[in-house]
């Protein structure tokens, strides 16, 4: 009598157990790559951001001018303003750049605006210098995870200030501005930029 051939139960156990344990190595191999990288995701995606904050802060400093502005209301604004906002502050100045892309000649000053808000770095840009109430802004998120701006700023007499234009002092642009941010997991980002040329 000849036997036919096949596996036997235990023998397909056996294989059943094999495959079992090698789909687990796999799928925890496959778990961890992707969060790999979705991990190098965020971490792209953070340094872009800083990235870009940087440069704008960088670009829009060093093309400062020291035109006043009148805002929605009329009321005349000085070139470089910084005030203090609860835990952070609010930087306003008028900045050069490149001048716009149109036939007619068009001015290539405009006033921007920096502050955080709701954990983000906010960045915004009036279309126009003086501003007739409900005037049109472009706004951008720079960075997120925010929890403070700090800004301090080079004076003449070389010290250091929280807040611009001083009172009593002639209207001028501060020299440097030192930027801090504090972000949400508490480490801190500081920058140093000169103003104007």
Same mark, same amino acid.
């Given at each position: 009598?000849?036997?036919?051939?096949?596996?036997?139960?235990?023998?397909?156990?056996?294989?059943?157990?094999?495959?079992?344990?090698?789909?687990?190595?796999?799928?925890?191999?496959?778990?961890?790559?992707?969060?790999?990288?979705?991990?190098?995701?965020?971490?792209?995606?953070?340094?872009?951001?800083?990235?870009?904050?940087?440069?704008?802060?960088?670009?829009?400093?060093?093309?400062?001018?020291?035109?006043?502005?009148?805002?929605?209301?009329?009321?005349?604004?000085?070139?470089?303003?910084?005030?203090?906002?609860?835990?952070?502050?609010?930087? *306003?100045?008028?900045?050069?750049? $490149?001048? !716009? /892309?149109?036939?007619? @000649? +068009?001015? %290539?000053?405009?006033? &921007?605006?920096? #502050?955080?808000?709701?954990?983000?770095?906010?960045?915004?840009?009036?279309?126009?210098?003086?501003?007739?109430?409900?005037?049109?802004?472009?706004?951008?998120?720079?960075?997120?995870?925010?929890?403070?701006?700090?800004?301090?700023?080079?004076?003449? *007499?070389?010290?250091?200030?929280? $807040?611009? !234009? /001083?009172?009593?002092? @002639? +209207?001028? %642009?501060?020299?440097? &501005?030192?930027? #801090?941010?504090?972000?949400?997991?508490?480490?801190?980002?500081?920058?140093?930029?000169?103003?104007?040329?």
């Amino acid at each position: 009598m000849t036997r036919s051939r096949g596996f036997t139960l235990l023998e397909m156990l056996v294989a059943i157990a094999i495959f079992a344990v090698v789909g687990a190595i796999a799928y925890t191999g496959l778990d961890r790559a992707m969060a790999i990288r979705a991990h190098l995701k965020a971490v792209r995606v953070r340094w872009q951001s800083r990235g870009l904050a940087y440069y704008r802060l960088a670009e829009d400093l060093s093309e400062a001018r020291g035109r006043p502005v009148r805002d929605g209301a009329g009321t005349l604004v000085p070139a470089f303003v910084v005030r203090r906002m609860g835990r952070g502050v609010r930087l *306003n100045f008028t900045t050069g750049g $490149t001048p !716009p /892309l149109q036939s007619r @000649p +068009a001015s %290539d000053l405009r006033r &921007v605006d920096y #502050t955080v808000m709701h954990g983000r770095l906010i960045w915004r840009r009036w279309a126009v210098l003086d501003r007739a109430p409900g005037a049109h802004r472009a706004q951008e998120v720079l960075m997120r995870g925010v929890r403070r701006f700090q800004v301090r700023l080079l004076a003449s *007499n070389g010290l250091y200030v929280r $807040t611009w !234009p /001083l009172a009593g002092q @002639p +209207a001028a %642009d501060p020299s440097a &501005v030192k930027v #801090t941010l504090t972000l949400k997991d508490g480490r801190h980002i500081r920058w140093l930029f000169p103003v104007g040329r």
